[in-house]
Structure formats: C-alpha cells, structure tokens
C-alpha cells in the first residue's frame, strides 16, 4: 500500500514537472516568435525595402504614434513614410540594439543611420549630411500582429547632426505669432509645396525672424503654424511689407476657412 501510494505521488510530480516545463517552453517560443516580428520589421521592410513583411505582420488600422507629429493611421499611409525614409535616405540603415517582450507590448531599441539626400517633408530642406541617432518604440500586438506604435526619437541630437546651432533666442521681447488655419483637402500638397518652397526660405531673410514650426493633418485639412520673432515689432514690420502681402495673397484660394492669428509674448519658465 505504501509503495502503492508512494508511486501514485511520484506520477503527479512528474506530471506537473512536464506541465510546467511545456508551459514554459510555449511562453518562451511566443516571445521568441513575437522578438523574430520586431526584427524582420526593422530588416526587411526599413532596411531592404520588402513591404510585404508589413501585410504579414502590421494590422490594417495599424496607427503610429511619433510625438511631436499628428499620428499615421493605418497600414497603407504607413508604407508610404517608410517608403518616404528610404526615398530621403538612399544609405539608410536602421539598427536594432535590444527587444524586449511584456504580454502584448513589445519594446525595440536601436540607431537610425543615413544620409540626408532628399527634401525633408519636415523641414523642407536638404543638406546632405549624415545622421546617426537612437529611437526607442512601444509596441502593441494583437493575435500575433501590431495596431499600435509609440516612437521615442532623438530629435536634438538629429537636428544638431544636420546643421541647426541650438541656441536661447528667447528675451523680454521674443514675440510668437500663431496662425490657425483649416485648408482645402485638394489644395493640401500644393499648399505644402509652397510653403516649403517659397514661404520658409523668404522668412529667413525677413528682420528678426528666428524659426517657424507648421503642423498638419492631411484628413482634415486642419493646421498650426507657429512663427518667432526677436519682438512683436518686426513681426508687424515683416506682416505690412509687401514681401508678406505677396504670400498671402498666393495662399487666398488655399483656406476653406479664413485663417485665425493671434500673438503671443514668449517666455521661458524655469
């Protein structure tokens, strides 16, 4: 009777040591499987340009997450600015440094290299310069497959590499100009087009003029542009010149709404 029960005790526990080893072993293949995702993103479809990898792996409402820019939604708009990365950086070659899995979040780090050839749709500028800088993104997964993407960037780190001299142009008198605008869904490349080529590069010529930044949603038309200015006085200096009456006059057919314009005292709390 006691070797009876002594067995029946030792079956159990070899039984829950199997239960417990396959268990482990399945949780371990599906971060396994889950890391093996996050690196094919980053090599095939960054580094070798083969989108079909997104389809297996990228849901259709797929939305990507990249402060301070609006959100890409969906699969197909985010092909297009990888496409876009690959386009302005002919030598790019992103890096994945370390993946890390947690239930459904996946979290990658790495570096982004490459040179700057063609026009950014950011800055509307080119400089041919090389960049290498870390991102880090939080992924979310859903029955094997990402929907969403929060991306981390060294944004000061890239824009010194390209050329910007990051100094405090902020005193007592810094004056900041804020335009809110809502422009036609047809007219929104053209707008943007003109803006990059004619509006930014004249402005730096303009008296007192430190930066400008412009944001967008192209499904609504909505934007946000955000001018600096040394003082309020050269802002109304630059917006009496003819210079400025000309722009605004090659944008009157742009607007489904008449834009809005405030101003505003900059200043830095500590």
């Avoid at 800088?133 to 029955?143: H, I, L, T």
């Avoid at 400008?212 to 192209?218: A, E, T, V, Y």
Wanted: overall charge positive.
């Amino acid at each position: 009777m006691r070797n009876e029960k002594l067995n029946t005790i030792l079956c159990i526990i070899t039984l829950f040591s199997v239960f417990c080893v396959n268990g482990c072993g399945q949780q371990q293949a599906a971060v396994e499987a889950q890391k093996e995702i996050a690196r094919r993103a980053v090599e095939e479809a960054w580094n070798q340009g083969n989108f079909n990898v997104l389809d297996e792996q990228y849901a259709s409402n797929f939305v990507y997450h990249q402060t301070p820019f609006p959100d890409i939604r969906g699969l197909e708009a985010y092909k297009k600015y990888v496409r876009g990365n690959r386009t302005n950086y002919p030598d790019l070659r992103l890096t994945l440094d370390e993946v890390v899995v947690e239930g459904d979040r996946v979290v990658t780090r790495g570096r982004y290299a490459g040179t700057q050839k063609g026009v950014s749709p950011t800055l509307g500028i080119s400089t041919g310069r090389p960049v290498n800088f870390q991102w880090c993104q939080v992924s979310r997964m859903e029955n094997g497959k990402f929907v969403e993407v929060w991306s981390f960037v060294d944004w000061l780190g890239f824009m010194q590499q390209i050329g910007y001299t990051m100094t405090p142009p902020v005193t007592e008198n810094t004056f900041a100009r804020v335009t809110v605008t809502r422009t036609k869904l047809d007219k929104i490349n053209e707008s943007t087009s003109l803006y990059r080529e004619s509006v930014v590069p004249d402005a730096k010529k303009q008296k007192g003029f430190r930066g400008i930044m412009l944001l967008s949603d192209p499904e609504t038309g909505k934007g946000l542009s955000i001018a600096i200015w040394d003082s309020e006085a050269d802002a109304l200096a630059n917006e009496q010149s003819g210079y400025y009456k000309a722009q605004v006059g090659k944008f009157a057919d742009f607007f489904a709404a008449k834009p809005v314009r405030e101003g505003y005292s900059v200043k830095v709390r500590e």
